[in-house]
């Protein structure tokens, strides 16, 4: 028998994780290199708009690296929507193969039913047919024996005549 195979179907994509840790790794870098680029900064005793400027230097490393996971999150959310469609179309698919089993086995079925009926019909066929020749021979045979019975019957008749047609013959040559 067919089994529905849809409920085993998953999604691959559903549950795909953003890989943080490289980014945290920038991150901390980048606070590290902020950091001792202003140590240099106060220690030669540079003015305050380099430390500005090394700022926003860290601040767009930041934003690179919140992009990278941004990017990582919308190709995952993608991916995850591919395969959603991807699982859709299998449980379409499963679905499809067992309705065309279920069709499958419906016209088996069918095909079995009618040659069961056309079975029965001949065999009721067969067995009126064979009534009718027993019938039709049976009176023949009545026939037969109504030709036989008329032609001993008139067999008789002559006989008896011929007989009595002897004794006549007989009878007026011996009064004759």
Do not use: C, W
């Not at 179309?89 to 069709?103: V, Y």
């Not at 067969?126 to 109504?146: C, E, H, V, Y």
């Amino acid at each position: 028998m067919a089994k529905d195979l849809s409920g085993e179907m998953s999604n691959p994509f559903a549950s795909l994780g953003v890989a943080t840790s490289a980014a945290e790794i920038q991150i901390e870098e980048a606070d590290i290199a902020l950091a001792n680029t202003l140590d240099i900064l106060r220690a030669t005793g540079a003015s305050a708009g380099g430390a500005t400027a090394l700022a926003q230097a860290a601040l767009q490393s930041k934003k690179g690296v919140a992009a990278s996971i941004e990017q990582q999150e919308a190709r995952n959310e993608e991916m995850k929507a591919q395969g959603q469609q991807a699982l859709q179309q299998q449980k379409i698919s499963e679905q499809q193969r067992l309705q065309n089993i279920a069709i499958s086995e419906g016209q088996r079925v069918q095909t079995a039913e009618a040659a069961g009926k056309q079975f029965v019909f001949q065999t009721k066929e067969d067995r009126t047919n064979a009534d009718l020749d027993r019938a039709s021979g049976q009176q023949t045979q009545a026939r037969q024996g109504i030709a036989d019975a008329n032609r001993a019957k008139a067999s008789a008749i002559t006989g008896g005549l011929s007989a009595v047609g002897s004794l006549a013959g007989t009878a007026v040559g011996t009064f004759g």
